[in-house]
């Protein structure tokens, strides 16, 4: 499970004061403790005396002696929940989990999610994970977890359902459609290697699967493979399809892998002040015809690289239109509670377009047939040649080889 586009650790002291100062509760329940006089909404959590009361009274009428524990933790879930859909309050495990998927390994099945009203929606499926492998799909809405509705559970309690142990059982149950699937899956420990490289006829295909710690270093040395081997290489395909993202700075720097210099991405924060982020690194890849490939699996930081290049002209984007993610969450630490992930800023495109809800609308539209239950490759040497959008991408890579060779 990987839920960030931006690990920014600090320090991050939330003041725990009483169970009751997180309970969030529908204030029309309370009608008949309040009467018709309604109470000042407080500015801040502390000493609220609807909370007291509500807690009060579940302290008291509730039907069995509650889980006070239980409650203040799906308080904080409800309470950062209603920020936005990204916001969440990871508990020590799901926190830990997600500290390890930027190392890229860690232990679960590899889905990328984001809640929804009765569950949790997919975004994608890693490559080479267990959830890959099984079949889910981006836009699957994952509506129970061994038989427990997900709408009955907190973002927090899914994720930290969908992570554990290797070779351990879990029942996967979504809605596809109309259509409602049951998975059985054996987590896994996922280890993402984010970044494939393989060479066939003159054309050099690039798969970045997940923008973690890595992807920098593991481009590094796809280029210097290129750069040893012997082929003449007249094009660039880049899969950034099914990718939900990672560490904005390393979208950054793949960027500057591919162009010499320019803008990436104007990042807004709360104040409305607007950052100007720009390519760190100087080009190593072949300044060579090139196209990237994208779909609605492609989210934030994948996002950030297409809108980036093509803004620069130095890619065609085909595939279809991509998820549209313009968020940045950074993670605060809280010490021996786990943390939790805040949206703390905006991305737009160089061109300072909005991608959150819009997406990139690639140059070259092609579909994929819904019979393909997943597009990325599972094989580190070979090329799926049922795979209709790369078929296109190597095509269009050839015809302007063509070109060039016809005009000399």
Known sequence: MLITDDISPRLFVMSLRTPGAFLLISSCLLAGCWGDKKP??????????????????????????????????????????????????????????????????????????????????????????????????????????????????????????????????????????AEEIVFPIERGTVVINPVKLIIKDGIAYLRISYFNDMVASRLQEAAEALQKSKVDIIGIVLDLRNNPGGVMEQAVRTVGYFIKSGIVTQVIDRSQKIKIIKAEEAITFPNIPMVVIINNGSASASEIVASALKYHERAIILGKRSHGKGSVQSVFPIPGSGGIKLTTAHFLTPSAEELNGKGIQPDITVDIPSTMLNVSLFSHSEINEDDVQLSRSFEILRSIASLKRWNQ
């Not at 407080?42 to 609220?48: E, S, W």
């Not at 002696?65 to 904080?76: F, H, Q, T």
């Open 40 to 177: 000042k909404s407080p500015q801040t959590f502390d000493n609220d005396p609807l909370f007291k009361e509500v807690i009060t009274l579940v302290q008291e009428k509730y039907i069995k002696e509650p889980d006070i524990n239980k409650m203040r933790l799906g308080a904080l879930s409800g309470m950062l929940n209603a920020l936005d859909s990204y916001s969440a309050y990871l508990p020590p495990d799901s926190y830990e989990a997600l500290a390890d998927s930027t190392d890229g390994e860690f232990g679960g099945i590899g889905v990328e999610v984001y809640p929804v009203e009765n569950g949790v929606k997919v975004i994608s499926a890693i490559d080479d994970t267990p959830a890959a492998k099984a079949g889910l799909q981006t836009g699957d809405i994952i509506i129970a977890i061994d038989d427990k509705s997900t709408a009955m559970m907190s973002y927090s309690e899914i994720i930290s359902s969908l992570h554990g142990s290797p070779h351990t059982a879990i029942k996967i149950t979504v809605q596809r459609a």
